[in-house]
């Protein structure tokens, strides 16, 4: 594992710290009780180029790889997670377009990622941990294919522009297609209304016959799931990233509550059992971020990561709610308090348990690469 960082990884990494200290921080509070962005901060996040972070420069991005996007989420999140979320959407939804998307596609689409949220689509009622049982259809008519279904809890569903969703052909077989809300046939449907990561919006997307361009196809016909799965590889990554953000938030409120809080004389920092609870907190927020930071390492060198991104989630999460509860407990009755902001750190963590992939699946994942191997 490498530590060295380019002049301009250091340049972004700064910067982000400042758009969070500055622009997100201050409102992570606010966002959680609003269920949504306040107006005007998600058009700071376009302004200041973030949207494009991960984008090759012939499109108009920045080019950065996944070890200093990773570092970036994971800066954000300290501040708050639901941006952080909305960004590792975007992303993990852009790789894909850049490893399967067709010339022509990527032509006219990525030039537009640096304004447009980029969303992926694959739960639906009918299939969640099961992508198998999902119902959306991909009919094809002459060079065209004509898409109808519909996708409910999507990251981003309802900010997003564009999406990438995954459907069926007339003869079963999994593919993903762009699909863009200004197409005839494309609305928006309910918004969830969930208890963590509030300011993320996650939504459906209802597809009423919409008929794009065969160029519109990722990969081949076939590939749907294949496409589905890094998808997930790509979006643990930033996950993991995200849930060491979170504890790292927990420990600060920790430690510097010890630090100003007195057992009669004596201060909470130096009770072993308020030791315990912050050494616990320290060690999954560290093992968090050498999962993520292996897994984007092991992505930028071409080397399989699935496995690793896997453990960044499903050991980040679990353990980004166990600490968001030991830190709680150290502020014992504020901590059980919503003015300070832990009950929300581990409803947004929570989140993490579930979404792109649940905990339970990850594991079976993670234990058959074990078996096999
Ligand atoms: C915050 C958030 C954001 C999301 N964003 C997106 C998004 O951007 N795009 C998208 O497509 N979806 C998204 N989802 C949906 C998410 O991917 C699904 O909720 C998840 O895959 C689980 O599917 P399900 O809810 O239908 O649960 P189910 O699949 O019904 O699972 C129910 C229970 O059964 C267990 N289970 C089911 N099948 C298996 C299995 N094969 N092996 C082991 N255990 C199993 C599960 O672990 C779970 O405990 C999001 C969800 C959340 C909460």
């Avoid at 070890?67 to 852009?94: D, R, Y």
């Avoid at 999507?154 to 522009?161: K, P, R, V």
Wanted: aromatic share 8%.
């Amino acid at each position: 594992m490498t530590n060295d960082k380019t002049a301009e990884q250091n340049m972004l990494h700064r910067m982000i710290v400042d758009f969070t200290t500055n622009e997100l921080a201050p409102l992570d509070m606010k966002i959680d009780q609003l269920g949504d962005y306040p107006d005007g901060l998600f058009q700071k996040v376009i302004d200041n180029g973030l949207l494009g972070m991960t984008l090759p420069r012939q499109y108009g991005g920045a080019g950065f790889d996944y070890v200093a996007t990773a570092q970036a989420i994971n800066a954000m999140a300290f501040g708050n997670a639901s941006m952080a979320v909305t960004l590792e959407g975007h992303f993990k939804t852009l790789e894909q377009l850049l490893k399967y998307g067709q010339p022509e596609l990527l032509e006219k689409y990525l030039p537009t990622a640096t304004k447009r949220i980029f969303a992926f689509s694959q739960t639906e009622s009918s299939g969640g941990s099961n992508p198998k049982g999902i119902s959306t259809r991909a009919v094809k008519q002459g060079d065209n294919w004509v898409i109808t279904g519909d996708k409910i809890m999507i990251t981003n569903g309802g900010l997003a522009q564009v999406y990438c969703v995954l459907a069926k052909t007339e003869d079963d077989q999994m593919a993903v297609f762009l699909v863009d809300q200004d197409m005839p046939g494309f609305s928006f449907g309910k918004r969830e209304d969930f208890i963590g990561l509030r300011g993320t919006p996650v939504g459906e997307i209802v597809m009423d016959h919409i008929k794009v361009p065969g160029y519109h196809l990722l990969g081949s016909i076939g590939q749907g799931l294949e496409i589905g799965n890094n998808a997930h590889d790509d979006a643990r990554v930033l996950m993991g990233a995200v849930l060491a953000g979170i504890m790292q938030h927990e420990l600060k409120i920790a430690v510097d509550y010890a630090k100003q809080r007195k057992a009669l004389d004596t201060p909470l920092y130096e009770l072993q059992t308020i030791q315990e609870k912050i050494t616990d907190i320290a060690i999954a927020k560290q093992n968090t971020e050498l999962l993520y930071q292996h897994g984007a390492e092991l992505k930028v060198a071409g080397e399989p990561y699935s496995k690793v991104a896997a453990m960044a989630k499903s050991y980040g999460s679990r353990s980004a709610v166990s600490s968001g509860d030991k830190a709680l407990q150290v502020l014992a009755g504020y901590g059980y308090s919503r003015e300070y902001p832990i009950e929300h750190l581990i409803r947004d963590a929570r989140a993490m348990e579930i979404a792109e992939g649940t905990v339970e699946k990850m594991n079976t994942e993670i234990s058959l690469k074990e078996v096999n191997k």
